[in-house]
């Protein structure tokens, strides 16, 4: 079971089934914050919409893939941070994040995502992560930029959003890169 202590304040660990009702309360109270940027928040309505997203997470994660993991914040949770796929023929992962509105601002997911990093590089040899962003979602961009990410190119309207597309800038990292800084 994936487990990954990132520093005295944070820990990522698989979320299971018994954190539905967590999971469920954290999304609600931010609905409003996340669903700017992230498409399935008006699709989660109830508790069993989070179970499933567990359920789902904790089969993706047995059969590698993807890792998705919660992120305990002085022991609660804040967040979600993962890989939402691998590709393993070429050693990609890319990583996917959102963090709780009371727990932004904070350096949590930077932490939490260069905690990632490392695993990635050193536990899954991995050969290249990449982060993508909506070109407009300037908190999100920032975190790859913080971790001096390479910012490759845009992807025009690669994602609808509720009512209209957004473009996402891509963001790569590689194990040869990670290391030398
Ligand atoms: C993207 C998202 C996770 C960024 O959250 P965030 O709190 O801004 O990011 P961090 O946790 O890394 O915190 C960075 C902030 O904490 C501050 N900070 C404090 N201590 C810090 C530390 N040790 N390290 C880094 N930053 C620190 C930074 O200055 C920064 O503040 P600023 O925005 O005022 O400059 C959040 O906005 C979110 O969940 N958005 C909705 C979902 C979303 O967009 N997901 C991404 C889809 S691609």
Redesign the pocket.
């Known amino acids: 079971m994936f487990y990954q202590e990132v520093d005295e304040e944070i820990t990522l660990k698989l979320l299971v089934l018994t954190d539905s009702q967590a999971l469920f309360q954290l999304t609600d109270q931010s609905r409003e ?2 669903r ?3 498409g399935w928040v008006d699709n989660t309505k109830t508790v069993d919409d989070s179970r499933s997203f567990i359920e789902h997470t904790l089969q993706v994660y047995d059969d590698k893939k993807g890792l998705h993991a919660g992120i305990m914040y002085q022991h609660e949770l804040a ?1 979600i941070i993962g890989f939402n796929s691998f590709d393993w023929t070429n050693k990609i992962g890319k990583i ?4 709780a509105t009371d ?9 939490a995502v260069r905690s990632l990093i490392d695993y990635a590089f050193s536990e899954l040899s991995l050969n290249r992560v990449e ?4 070109y407009e ?1 300037k ?2 961009r ?2 790859p930029e ?1 971790l001096g990410f390479m910012e490759e190119g845009l992807i025009r309207q690669a994602e609808w959003l509720y009512d209209h597309y957004v473009d996402h800038v891509v963001y790569g990292m590689l194990a040869s890169e990670w290391e030398a800084q």
């Open positions: 914050s996340l700017e940027w992230l967040g996917g994040y959102w963090l727990f932004q601002g904070k350096g949590i997911m930077s932490r982060i993508r962003a909506a979602n908190k999100s920032a975190i913080r």
